[in-house]
């Protein structure tokens, strides 16, 4: 209890050290908010107006209290392009992102752990050569080379995957999760999941290609420092059989030390998946907040700044405590 009291306590002054930040800049970048928010047609005394509406005539520390407590109410402010509030605006652009982010993150672990188990177990046999190739291959290739690569061929040439979008124009369904893999399987359509599943094929390929590669180096270092431990030979010289070995004894202590790294992919690729959907056309995150940063629309800079914070601070939480619960010693000495 005393571990998990600590990183409540450290992830809650992180958060609040972004949220200071994202504060101070907003209000010490070279422009005016009023003027930004009124549009470049208003009149002095709309802005002046503006500026009354949204305090911005108060001292900096009221500012900075009000905001707090505006967060601390979910109130992520109102973008000045849209005029719609934040929270909204997030809640319609987030689940896009979150849902191609976990589906490359779970499929990078469920094919990079047992090649890197296997690149391992292999290790200086062609086999392993050749996975150590590819997840050099797969962490170095550009994501925006491999994206419009894959459009071109699977796409305009093949014809076998959509070429961008989360769904076809004549596919209908509700939406109440905004996850629309697990919202076209609510609508009990096939043909929505299938449609779904098409247009989720390409970017995730994409996204997935340098957790892919980390996890698979990452997995073969650890299981190779494992593998040499003294219970591994006598593992071995007792006879036991090297499957068992290699995915009951060695593969448990082999994910503790890559755990925080492995899990670290999810929230890079929430924050990086601007580039991603930006050539798959894909209403996520990165494409609201791109747009926000084309306009100069800091309210929405600052939420979308607070939100993957949030996120990284949330999956790091996450692991630490699945990493102490793995290795207890982790609790002893922090």
């Known amino acids: 209890m005393r571990y998990l009291l600590r990183r409540l306590l450290t992830s ?19 422009s005016d908010p009023a003027a930004l928010y009124a549009g470049p047609r208003a009149r002095p005394a709309q802005v002046e107006q503006v500026r009354q509406d949204l305090n911005l005539n108060d001292p900096l520390v009221v500012q900075y209290a009000t905001y707090l ?63 150590r190739l590819g997840a050099v291959t797969s962490v170095s290739v550009p994501v925006f080379w491999s994206a419009l690569l894959l459009q071109l061929l699977f796409a305009s040439k093949l014809g076998w995957l959509p ?63 494992v593998l040499s431990e003294p219970y591994i030979e006598a593992a071995r010289v007792a006879q036991i059989p090297e499957r068992t070995i290699l995915y009951r004894l060695a593969l448990k202590n ?26 798959f056309n894909w209403p ?19 939420a979308a700044t607070l939100v993957i914070t949030v996120i990284y601070v949330m999956v790091n939480l996450a692991l630490d405590l699945l990493h102490a619960r793995l290795d207890p010693r982790v609790r002893l000495d922090r």
């Open 69 to 131: 407590r505006d967060l601390g109410g979910g109130d992520l402010g109102v973008s000045f392009a849209t005029r719609r509030p934040i929270a909204s605006d997030l809640g319609d652009f987030l689940p896009a992102t979150l849902e191609l982010a976990l589906t490359a993150t779970l499929l990078s672990m469920v094919v990079g752990i047992p090649l890197g188990v296997l690149a391992a177990a292999r290790r200086g046999r062609p086999r392993d050569a050749v996975l």
């Open 284 to 302: 996520g995150l990165g494409k609201y907040l791109t747009e926000a940063i084309v306009r100069v629309d800091f309210p929405v800079i600052t």
């Open 163 to 225: 070429l961008s979008g989360r769904t076809s124009s004549s596919v209908d369904f509700d939406q109440p999760t905004g996850f629309f893999l697990i919202d076209a399987a609510l609508s009990g359509s096939l043909t929505n999941l299938w449609d779904v599943v098409r247009h989720l094929v390409l970017p995730v390929l994409v996204m997935a290609a340098y957790p892919l590669g980390l996890t698979i180096r990452l997995i073969r270092g650890s299981m190779l420092e």
């Open 12 to 30: 809650a002054l992180v958060v609040l050290g972004v949220v200071t930040i994202t504060f101070a800049v907003s209000r010490v970048v070279p």
């Open 254 to 279: 082999a994910l503790a030390p890559a755990l925080t790294i492995l899990g670290l992919t999810f929230a890079y690729s929430v924050s990086s998946a601007f580039l991603v959907e930006a050539v």
